[in-house]
C-alpha cells in the first residue's frame, strides 16, 4: 500500500524560508509525477509545483523564483523549499504523487495523482 507521509511545515515571519518533505512509502519507481498542492481557508486547493520524470519540473506564477521543488531517488522523497515566504503562502500544503507515467500535464489536475499527503500547515505572519 503506497503511503505520502508529510512532515515539515509551521510558522514563519514574512521573508523566512521553510522546507517541506514527503516521503513514499510502498512503491519506488522511477516512472512518476509529483507535486505539491495547496489550500487557503475558504479557496480552492490549487497547484503549486511538479515534477516529473520526462517533463523536469514546474511551478506556479505565483511561487516561481521563491520555491523550488525537488527530489530524491535513494530516500524516495519529495521536497519543496519556500524562500521568501509572503503571508498569502499561508495554507495547508498536500503533496501528491502518481507513478503511472512520467508525465506531468501542467494543468494542476488533481485527478492527474493517485496518492496524497495528510497535508501540512504553513503560516506565514506579516
Known amino acids: 500500500q503506497v503511503q505520502l507521509v508529510q512532515s515539515g511545515g509551521g510558522s514563519v515571519q514574512s521573508g523566512g524560508s521553510l522546507r517541506l518533505s514527503c516521503v513514499v512509502f510502498?512503491?519506488?519507481?522511477?516512472?512518476?509525477?509529483m507535486g505539491w498542492f495547496r489550500q487557503a481557508p475558504g479557496k480552492e486547493r490549487e497547484g503549486v509545483s511538479t515534477?516529473?520524470?520526462?517533463?523536469?519540473?514546474r511551478h506556479a506564477d505565483s511561487v516561481k523564483g521563491r520555491f523550488t521543488i525537488s527530489r530524491d531517488s535513494a530516500a524516495n522523497t519529495l521536497y519543496l523549499q519556500m524562500n521568501s515566504l509572503k503571508p498569502e503562502d499561508t495554507a495547508m500544503y498536500y503533496c501528491?504523487?502518481?507513478?503511472?507515467?512520467?508525465?506531468?500535464?501542467?494543468?494542476?489536475?488533481?485527478?492527474?495523482?493517485?496518492?496524497w499527503g495528510q497535508g501540512t500547515q504553513v503560516t506565514v505572519s506579516s
Open positions: 510502498g512503491y519506488s519507481s522511477s516512472t512518476y509525477c
Open positions: 501528491a504523487a502518481s507513478f503511472k507515467y512520467g508525465h506531468c500535464s501542467g494543468f494542476w489536475s488533481e485527478d492527474e495523482f493517485d496518492y
Open positions: 515534477i516529473g520524470t520526462y517533463t523536469g519540473t
